[in-house]
Structure formats: C-alpha cells, structure tokens
C-alpha cells in the first residue's frame, strides 16, 4: 500500500472509530479490546520497526504525518503503542542482540507484545537527571 493510502486510512479509522468512541474511553478508564484490535489491524504497532522486522518501515516524515492524524483523537489510545514504537522498539534496534530483535521486534510489530518504559525513583519521580540508582557489572553479573 503507497503511503498516501495508509494516511488515508489512518485518518478515517481516528474519524470514524477514535473519535467517536473517546466518550466510551472515558467512561471506561481504558481502551477497550475491540479497539485495541482495530489499532493492531490497522499496523500502528509497526510504523517505526524495520521491513524486515515484520513493521512498515517507514520514515521519520511518514511516521509524523501518521502522529498528526492519530492524534487528533484522545492521547490515551497513541499511548497503547507509541512505548513499543518508541522507546522500546528503538533501543532494541539500537542496544539489542541480534537474538533479542528476531525474538521482540516481530512480536513487537504484530501488536503480540507491548513494550514499556519505566522511570522513577523516590526522590526523582520521573526526572532522569535525578535518578540516583547505578548499576555495576562484576563477574558477569550487575549489582545494583
């Protein structure tokens, strides 16, 4: 499918679907399973992984004009999957073994697996350059 088209497609699914359900997401205080599957079917957990990571591969631009469409509905619904498109996808690619990408990055571009980020500490809550824990490898094993 040409980009183009898959814009399209993304902007009537935050149309037709998001939007009109952000009522129903509020009343609930999640994202309901028949739209979390209309999310994996529409490939939004793949926009940033790699072809042959079984994602869409697409480009920074792509990546951003797709952001601009899907989020004109709730943040809560981009929060299902830009984690796993994000911050964990990429240090994976970045920082992975390779044994660590075949086995997440498909798992990870099917919507199978949702990745999350974890930041805080009593006295940094989510500020980075707060964070007091360390980690030292010794002997082949890391003590914190």
Sequence with gaps: MKFEDYLNKIKTF????????????????????????????????????????????????EQILLTFEFTRASAVYRSRFSTTIGLCSQALLDFGTDKQKDKYLPLMASGKTVGSFALTEPNAGSDALSLETSAKKRWGRIYY
Aim: hydrophobic share 35%; no cysteine.
């Design 14 to 61: 935050t149309d037709d679907i998001l939007i009109p359900n952000e009522e129903q997401l509020e009343n609930d205080g999640e994202v309901s399973t028949s739209i979390m599957e209309k999310i994996i079917e529409n490939d939004l957990f793949g926009i940033s992984i790699p072809k042959n990571y079984g994602g869409l591969g697409l480009s920074m631009k």
